[in-house]
């Protein structure tokens, strides 16, 4: 926990500083209770560092690269649903809970026992999901974020002062390996069109099955699963 306040302290001090608004929203406690969080991801308990991410550490605002911001927690299903792009994993697709959402791409943070707390993101592109690992913990996550600032990769939308990565024109990912950063754990769009090999790569080293992750028969097995689950969960409430 120490570790993750001080990385979530250093992205803050860095966001307000290159002037992002960080509102003041105190505590949260109208989302769902972790007894209804586990029932829906089918798990025994959540770890206290996704808890207090979501009700303490971070305001449900755009204060993340790329204008991302914090999912809101309250209502099992519509989770659930954020999870549909999550084939061909190394672990149970509904043990992972969506925690920032961006445009066409969501983060999730890891409940399963042997990759537990990992960060994963997923692309909702029915053609170029290309789900993988981001980062290995909250923590790093929080860190390259805040490396970014020293690495010149942010300026602000002067639409509506977020973050926004890479200049307007070179391409993003392309940037951010230039300035020797891990481009998956931005909230960009990475593609399989202009880097196969980056992401062919990753998803090797974190158990992806490169097989099976393309394959339209395995996104529609997920679907089928997905809306099962749903509809578990509405019979039991």
């Known amino acids: 926990m120490r570790v993750l306040r001080d990385a979530v302290a ?3 001090a860095a966001a307000t500083a290159a002037g992002v608004p960080w509102p003041e929203g105190g505590d949260r406690h109208d989302g769902l209770p ?17 808890l207090w991410l979501h009700s303490e550490g971070l305001p449900y605002e755009r204060v993340l690269p790329d204008g991302a911001y914090p999912l809101e927690w309250k209502d099992a299903g519509e989770l659930l649903e954020y999870l549909s792009f999550s084939v061909a994993i190394p ?19 890891v409940l399963a026992e042997n990759h537990e707390g990992e960060i994963w993101r997923y692309q909702i592109d029915a053609d170029d999901r290309n789900p993988l690992r981001a980062a290995p913990s909250l923590a790093a996550l929080f860190t390259e974020w805040t490396d970014g600032f020293p690495a010149g990769v942010y300026s602000r939308s002067p639409y509506d002062g977020c973050l926004q990565i890479g200049d307007g024109g070179r391409d993003p990912v392309d940037l951010l390996l230039d300035r020797g950063l891990n481009p998956f754990a931005y909230p960009v769009y990475v593609s399989l069109a202009s880097h196969e090999d980056l992401i062919r790569a990753r998803q090797q080293e974190c158990g992806v099955d490169t097989d099976r992750a393309d394959e339209f028969e395995s ?6 699963a997905v809306d099962a689950a749903r509809a578990s969960l509405r019979r039991l409430s």
Do not use: N
Not at 219 to 224: F, I, M, P, T, V
């Open 34 to 50: 972790a007894d209804v969080l586990c029932r829906a991801f089918d798990v025994d308990r959540i770890p206290e560092q996704v």
């Open 10 to 12: 250093g992205y803050r």
């Open 219 to 224: 996104l529609e097995e997920l679907r089928d």
């Open 91 to 109: 672990f149970h697709w509904r043990h992972q809970l969506p925690l920032f959402f961006v445009d066409h791409l969501v983060f999730t943070f």
